[in-house]
Nanobody, 123 residues
Framework: QVQLVESGGGWVQAGGSLRLSCALSGGPFNTYVLAWFRQAPGKEREFVATVTASSYTRYADSVKGRFTCSRNNAENTAYLQMNSLLPEDTAVYYC?????????????????WGQGTQVTVSS
């Protein structure tokens, strides 16, 4: 059974940086598209970034130029480097995976989800 474990969340002041990690186990990592989603209080979960097996990436407009999504296939881990953080980036961040997916795979396609990690950005 595929499992995803996120880490790296926390509290940071506006303008600061955090790096999230997502470790995948139980499946061949290089066959999975990994994505990051987030959910703020009272809001629906929204797309943040995707990285394919070949490291092709896609970002939500709200994070372009500030966030970088990457992966290390040798370590079975994906990363989300978040720079220039804003208070509106405050949310629970989730890592998700879909096997043989695509860079434009919708949220509904992602079968496996991590437990989420809290990111809080203070003004």
């Amino acid at each position: 059974q595929v499992q995803l474990v996120e880490s790296g969340g926390g509290w940071v002041q506006a303008g600061g940086s955090l790096r999230l990690s997502c470790a995948l186990s139980g499946g061949p990592f290089n066959t999975y598209v990994l994505a990051w989603f987030r959910q703020a209080p009272g809001k629906e979960r929204e797309f943040v970034a995707t990285v394919t097996a070949s490291s092709y990436t896609r970002y939500a407009d709200s994070v372009k130029g500030r966030f970088t999504c990457s992966r290390n296939n040798a370590e079975n881990t994906a990363y989300l480097q978040m720079n220039s953080l804003l208070p509106e980036d405050t949310a629970v961040y989730y890592c998700a995976a879909v096997q043989f997916g695509a860079v434009y795979s919708p949220q509904s396609a992602f079968k496996y989800w991590g437990q989420g990690t809290q990111v809080t950005v203070s003004s």
